[in-house]
């Protein structure tokens, strides 16, 4: 068939795709209405970033391998797709993330949440902060709080309130190690706009995330709340679990794998086609005519789709900047190592000028990620520093990685399988005037009624961001293709 009709087309099998084909189902299940939908996707399998492999017992995840219970939207998913029971904490006996500073692997002082430390007695006492640091830190409790409007990068931001080693030593890595980012560039609006926000209500960091903390303890004690949820959270069989139970639920007509758009144009009123349609162009020669449509693609693809269509919206889509990682999953006997370190892994800060960004220990950090007696290390290359790094050819990435474990952590058996995994142009970048551009884009969207957007490209990175996405804009494409 050259041509095929829907009422709303979902560009995209990723997470926030799937989410907007998920959210469409569920409105027809409780409406009794079903609203034909059409999702698709260019590669043959559905998933985007999210990727788990298992090879001799060994659970490897090729892109991200938890989500942030702090953000809903993920656990709320896995709750409606009754999968819940597939929901796996962090190991709390392996808790703690090290920083490797002058060659050495320096324990994350406890209670230190991103920024600024939450546990002042504990981070007094720890050694990876200077006595002149630890004082500079200190006048964050009395410096004012800032005034202008001007937006900061987070190098500014963490520079002005806790000064340049905090910055250098904890800062910097942990934040390359969540968004592949350079902090001298990325907008803390569009990043972390709670550290604007603690500024403003507490004026000082520090006294702020401690009363925040305070509050929490104080709600857990008169509650007698217990988490029910660590931090970090995963599925059993990997996070692949998650796209896959999307996809079940689906009907599996309205999903087209392997199956390109290379353009979205605007279908001018007639007799057969109201005005509001829209046109897709497939790379087979095919069309699908949809009324709505939801672009769940990283920005620039959406951006290409639109060219003809909006060059304006097409270059404001073009201007988010993104940068290519690649992830290396090795694993060992445990006698291969001299030592078996107790945490989640570590992040590095620039100033080593290391060739990997950062290590998860996985088989730390959730218990059936390797066989007993194995372990099973994950290490991260590439970022906005060293993009050049995450396209190099498996066996070099292998190597590569081999060779800074080696050095960093005296691991030099051969190890018992190696994966590695290039996600070309795969990490949005949120630099500074990030929210202007979004601002552009919805600008020019009001143009284009029943074109929607979705993904990491625009109001957060995560696995929970995506979600949201993807529901917000199902439910706006709802809303047009009913009105």
Same mark, same amino acid.
């Given at each position: 068939? +050259?041509?095929?009709?829907?009422?709303?087309?979902?560009?995209?099998?990723?997470?926030?795709?799937?989410?907007?084909? !998920?959210?469409?189902?569920?409105?027809?299940?409780?409406?009794?209405?079903?609203?034909?939908?059409?999702?698709?996707?260019?590669?043959?399998?559905?998933?985007?970033? #999210?990727?788990?492999?298992?090879?001799?017992?060994?659970? #490897?995840?090729?892109?991200?391998?938890?989500?942030?219970?702090?953000?809903?939207?993920?656990?709320?998913?896995?709750?409606?797709?009754?999968?819940?029971?597939?929901?796996?904490?962090?190991?709390?006996?392996?808790?703690?993330?090290?920083?490797?500073? +002058?060659?050495?692997?320096?324990?994350?002082?406890?209670?230190?949440?991103?920024?600024?430390?939450?546990?002042?007695?504990?981070?007094?006492?720890?050694?990876?902060?200077?006595?002149?640091?630890?004082?500079?830190?200190?006048?964050?409790? #009395?410096?004012?709080? +800032?005034?202008?409007?001007?937006?900061?990068?987070?190098?500014?931001?963490?520079?002005?309130?806790?000064?340049?080693?905090?910055?250098?030593?904890?800062?910097?890595?942990?934040?390359?190690?969540?968004?592949?980012?350079?902090?001298?560039?990325?907008?803390?609006?569009?990043?972390?706009?709670?550290?604007?926000?603690?500024?403003?209500?507490?004026?000082?960091?520090?006294?702020?995330?401690?009363? %925040?903390? @305070?509050? !929490?303890?104080?709600?857990?004690?008169?509650?007698?709340?217990?988490?029910?949820?660590?931090?970090?959270?995963?599925?059993?069989?990997?996070?692949?679990?998650?796209?896959?139970?999307?996809?079940?639920?689906?009907?599996?007509?309205?999903?087209?794998?392997?199956?390109?758009?290379?353009?979205?144009?605007?279908? *001018?009123?007639?007799?057969?086609?109201?005005?509001?349609? !829209?046109?897709?162009?497939?790379?087979?020669?095919?069309?699908?005519?949809?009324?709505?449509?939801?672009?769940?693609?990283?920005?620039? &693809? $959406?951006?290409?789709?639109?060219?003809?269509?909006?060059?304006?919206?097409?270059?404001?889509?073009?201007?988010?900047?993104?940068?290519?990682?690649?992830?290396?999953?090795?694993?060992? %006997?445990?006698?291969?190592?001299?030592? %078996?370190? /107790?945490?989640?892994?570590?992040?590095?800060?620039?100033?080593?000028?290391?060739?990997?960004?950062?290590? *998860?220990?996985?088989? /730390?950090?959730?218990?059936?990620?390797?066989?007993?007696?194995?372990?099973?290390? =994950?290490?991260?290359?590439?970022?906005?520093?060293?993009?050049?790094?995450?396209?190099?050819?498996?066996?070099?990435?292998?190597?590569?990685?081999?060779?800074?474990?080696?050095?960093?952590?005296?691991? *030099?058996?051969?190890?018992?399988?190696?994966?590695?995994?290039?996600?070309? +142009?795969?990490?949005?970048?949120?630099?500074?005037?990030?929210?202007?551009?979004?601002?552009?884009?919805?600008? =020019?969207?009001?143009?284009?009624?029943?074109?929607?957007?979705?993904?990491?490209?625009?109001?957060? &990175?995560?696995?929970?961001?995506?979600?949201?996405?993807?529901? =917000?804009? $199902?439910? @706006?494409?709802?809303? !047009?293709?009913?009105?």
């Amino acid at each position: 068939m +050259k041509e095929r009709t829907t009422a709303i087309a979902i560009i995209g099998g990723g997470i926030a795709g799937l989410a907007a084909a !998920y959210h469409l189902r569920s409105k027809a299940k409780e409406t009794g209405q079903e609203t034909d939908c059409l999702l698709l996707e260019a590669q043959n399998r559905l998933g985007g970033k #999210i990727l788990t492999e298992k090879v001799d017992g060994f659970i #490897i995840e090729g892109g991200p391998d938890c989500f942030i219970s702090e953000k809903p939207a993920a656990l709320q998913l896995c709750h409606k797709l009754e999968i819940q029971n597939h929901l796996m904490k962090t190991d709390e006996s392996h808790q703690g993330t090290f920083i490797l500073w +002058k060659g050495k692997l320096h324990k994350l002082p406890e209670g230190f949440m991103l920024l600024a430390p939450s546990d002042i007695p504990s981070f007094l006492k720890d050694p990876l902060i200077t006595p002149l640091g630890k004082l500079r830190m200190a006048m964050d409790l #009395i410096l004012p709080g +800032k005034k202008s409007p001007a937006e900061e990068t987070l190098a500014q931001f963490v520079q002005r309130r806790l000064g340049k080693e905090v910055l250098d030593k904890i800062a910097d890595p942990l934040v390359a190690g969540i968004h592949a980012s350079d902090p001298a560039t990325m907008s803390l609006r569009s990043t972390f706009p709670r550290f604007i926000e603690l500024e403003h209500h507490y004026r000082s960091i520090i006294r702020g995330m401690m009363k %925040r903390k @305070k509050q !929490y303890l104080k709600y857990k004690k008169k509650s007698g709340y217990i988490p029910q949820y660590s931090l970090f959270m995963t599925l059993k069989d990997g996070l692949s679990e998650l796209p896959h139970a999307v996809a079940s639920t689906l009907n599996r007509r309205a999903i087209l794998t392997g199956k390109k758009v290379i353009a979205i144009e605007r279908i *001018t009123g007639n007799v057969t086609s109201p005005p509001r349609h !829209y046109a897709l162009r497939l790379s087979d020669g095919t069309t699908v005519t949809a009324q709505a449509v939801i672009a769940a693609t990283p920005s620039f &693809i $959406a951006g290409d789709l639109v060219k003809d269509l909006d060059q304006s919206l097409a270059g404001n889509l073009n201007a988010i900047r993104y940068v290519s990682t690649a992830t290396v999953s090795l694993a060992y %006997r445990d006698e291969d190592s001299a030592a %078996r370190w /107790n945490g989640f892994g570590f992040v590095i800060p620039h100033k080593e000028k290391r060739k990997i960004m950062a290590s *998860t220990w996985s088989s /730390n950090k959730f218990f059936n990620r390797a066989p007993h007696g194995n372990f099973l290390i =994950r290490c991260f290359v590439g970022g906005a520093r060293n993009e050049d790094l995450a396209l190099l050819a498996e066996r070099q990435l292998i190597a590569l990685v081999r060779e800074e474990l080696a050095d960093i952590m005296g691991i *030099t058996a051969e190890p018992l399988l190696a994966r590695a995994y290039r996600w070309e +142009k795969s990490m949005p970048q949120y630099v500074v005037g990030h929210s202007d551009t979004l601002k552009r884009i919805d600008e =020019r969207l009001q143009a284009h009624p029943g074109l929607f957007l979705a993904g990491s490209a625009y109001r957060g &990175i995560g696995i929970s961001d995506c979600i949201k996405s993807g529901d =917000r804009a $199902a439910m @706006k494409a709802l809303e !047009y293709i009913n009105t």
